[in-house]
């Protein structure tokens, strides 16, 4: 039987990670690990919390006993790190969180696989969930590849190219079972209502203005979040150690055509009339460092792993629009702050 340690699995893309693991793995343990920050909600998870081969850990990666107790007690086969500060606009603001977070809770976890595996390294895996924002930006043409060079713009960026840096070091210096993943911007349900997609739909629905920054001329690729489970499903099993890979969702969108697309959504799904959302779209001052282009190209994954997207980003622009309808008590909870007293007062102590 395999344990996984699972970090960060109460956030947006760790609760889909975590719940296909618990879902398709029966036979494996699956340890959630989350600080339980804003971005972290157990509610992402009720549907799976009972589960016999799930079980919740409550602590700080930054927390460097505690992550040596954790690994200690639990003696995990596997990690799979998806946990970080990852909103740009915060680390424009706090850079030295990003720092602790995403660079001293990576290492802390890499310390802590090394010391507990001592070098039986072929059964065991450490999976460093990344992001695409460590290439920098791109112009008109081109696209990210695994060998494009590290030219990040943000504090944010550079704090998850420095960890990427650390886990490719760990490989080399020590010898330890390593993949690497790099992921285009995703969006789906459970999303946290601060990044662009859910805030959208939610002022949308609430009559309140749409922000939009500079002239929404930046293009991002969109991963539909399931399909992104479902590569770090297939990277995680079958990749080579070293090695590492890129996600796309093959969907470029300037972020004006992408919101101006949202809200003739929301008008249909609202019973609005055709453009009354769009007069909500506000554009505001243009964020700092802000790259104008990603773009990934995921032909490695595809040719060496199998793995392409499953569906267009229209349809899950749809499913995600229509989750969020379906769910307005959750949403009320995180816009309401509520849901920060979900289950933690049930973990504090533990």
């Known amino acids: 039987m395999k344990k996984i340690i699972i970090t960060g699995g109460a956030g947006f893309i760790g609760s889909h990670v975590v719940r296909r693991f618990v879902t398709n793995y029966p036979d494996y343990t699956i340890i959630?690990?989350?600080?339980?920050?804003?971005?972290?909600?157990?509610?992402?998870l009720k549907d799976i919390e009972d589960e016999p081969n799930y079980k919740f850990v409550k602590?700080?990666?930054?927390?460097?006993?505690?992550?040596?107790?954790?690994?200690?007690?639990e003696q995990p086969d596997a990690v799979i790190h998806l946990a970080a500060e990852s909103h740009v606009d915060r680390s424009i603001t706090n850079p030295l969180e990003f720092v602790m977070t995403n660079v001293v809770g990576t290492v802390n976890l890499l310390n802590a696989a090394r010391d507990t595996w001592k070098g039986n390294y072929d059964s065991k895996r450490f999976y460093h969930v990344s992001t695409d924002e460590v290439y920098g930006t791109l112009g008109e043409e081109g696209m990210f590849t695994e060998e494009t060079a590290y030219d990040p713009h943000s504090p944010y960026s550079a704090s998850k190219a420095s960890s990427d840096h650390f886990v490719r070091a760990y490989y080399d210096t020590y010898g330890l079972n390593t993949v690497i993943s790099n992921c285009s911007n995703n969006y789906g349900s459970f999303h946290f209502p601060e990044k662009l997609i859910p805030l959208a739909i939610h002022n949308i629905q609430q009559n309140k203005p749409v922000p939009v920054y500079g002239k929404g001329e930046n293009i991002r690729d969109w991963l539909w979040v399931e399909d992104h489970a479902r590569a770090i499903d297939v990277i995680f099993h079958k990749a080579a150690t070293g090695t590492t890979y890129n996600i796309g969702g093959h969907n470029e969108w300037k972020n004006i055509d992408l919101i101006k697309t949202l809200c003739s959504i929301m008008d249909s799904k609202l019973g609005r009339a055709e453009g009354e959302s769009a007069k909500l779209i506000t554009f505001v001052t243009d964020r700092a460092g802000h790259d104008l282009r990603y773009a990934i190209d995921a032909t490695k994954l595809k040719d060496e792993l199998g793995w392409v997207p499953s569906?267009?980003?229209?349809?899950?622009?749809?499913?995600?629009?229509?989750?969020?309808?379906?769910?307005?008590?959750?949403?009320?909870?995180v816009t309401s702050g509520h849901y920060q007293q979900y289950y933690a007062e049930q973990y504090s102590d533990r």
């Not at 690990?33 to 992402?44: E, H, I, Q, S, V």
């Not at 569906?311 to 989750?323: A, D, P, R, S």
């Open 32 to 44: 959630n690990l989350d600080k339980l920050t804003y971005a972290g909600n157990l509610a992402n």
């Open 59 to 73: 602590g700080d990666i930054v927390d460097l006993a505690f992550v040596n107790k954790l690994f200690a007690d």
């Open 311 to 333: 569906i267009t980003f229209e349809v899950g622009l749809e499913k995600t629009v229509e989750w969020y309808l379906q769910n307005e008590e959750w949403l009320t909870d």
